[in-house]
T-cell receptor, first 110, second 111 residues
Framework: GIQVEQSPPDLILQEGANSTLRCNFS?????LQWFHQNPWGQLINLFYIPSGTKQNGRLSATTVATERYSLLYISSSQTTDSGVYFCAVTGGTSYGKLTFGQGTILTVHP | DTGVSQNPRHKITKRGQNVTFRCDPI?????LYWYRQTLGQGPEFLTY????????KSRLLSDRFSAERPKGSFSTLEIQRTEQGDSAMYLC?????????FGPGTRLTVL
């Protein structure tokens, strides 16, 4: 099946710093989503971005499907941005299931 | 649109007992998915339905696990003869076309 790798596994920032999270995938994708998992376990949708670039406030994402990677940019980070960020894809032979990466744990210090 | 809901939110059970979880998807969504997440890992796919048809099942879904979506609306996930290794967060998601939306999850602890 399709493989998803996220980097870095951990990221520690000071409030106000910018960061880039990367997601590499091993096959063509039909769907790519970025999530933020809060401390209670809820997965919050950030972007649905199988290709192209999107922006939402301080967050933006770019997926280059032909080169099999996606990037999530966080600008002017805040302590509330802390948590786990997941990239997940649907691709290969499956059109239904999402395959998740291992996540990036982001900690933003005041 | 009230989002995906799951019940119960927490379940503690003794090894060997059966448990059942419920998921109510976003009302117009025809696809419903179940995932499992253990500590420090990303969610892993278990199964999904399009309307009432179960279209795909993971090899993770042993014969102790069964899922149903009898009328194409809510779904139930039953685990028979629970084992300590079943302790995890069970997540449900729904979608109309591509983007999946997740519920708050049911945290299962098997003693």
């Amino acid at each position: 099946g399709i493989q998803v790798e996220q980097s870095p596994p951990d990221l520690i920032l000071q409030e106000g710093a910018n960061s880039t999270l990367r997601c590499n995938f091993s096959d063509s994708v039909n769907n790519l989503q970025w999530f933020h998992q809060n401390p209670w376990g809820q997965l919050i949708n950030l972007f649905y971005i199988p290709s192209g670039t999107k922006q939402n406030g301080r967050l933006s994402a770019t997926t280059v499907a032909t080169e099999r990677y996606s990037l999530l940019y966080i600008s002017s980070s805040q302590t509330t941005d802390s948590g786990v960020y997941f990239c997940a894809v649907t691709g290969g032979t499956s059109y239904g299931k999402l395959t998740f990466g291992q996540g990036t744990i982001l900690t933003v210090h005041p | 649109d009230t989002g995906v809901s799951q019940n119960p939110r927490h379940k503690i059970t003794k090894r060997g007992q059966n448990v059942t979880f419920r998921c109510d998807p976003i009302s117009e969504h025809n696809r419903l998915y179940w995932y499992r997440q253990t500590l420090g890992q990303g969610p892993e796919f278990l199964t999904y339905f399009q309307n009432e048809a179960q279209l795909e099942k993971s090899r993770l879904l042993s014969d102790r696990f069964s899922a149903e979506r009898p009328k194409g609306s809510f779904s139930t996930l039953e685990i028979q003869r629970t084992e300590q290794g079943d302790s995890a967060m069970y997540l449900c998601a729904s979608s109309l076309i591509g983007e999946q939306f997740f519920g708050p999850g049911t945290r299962l602890t098997v003693l």
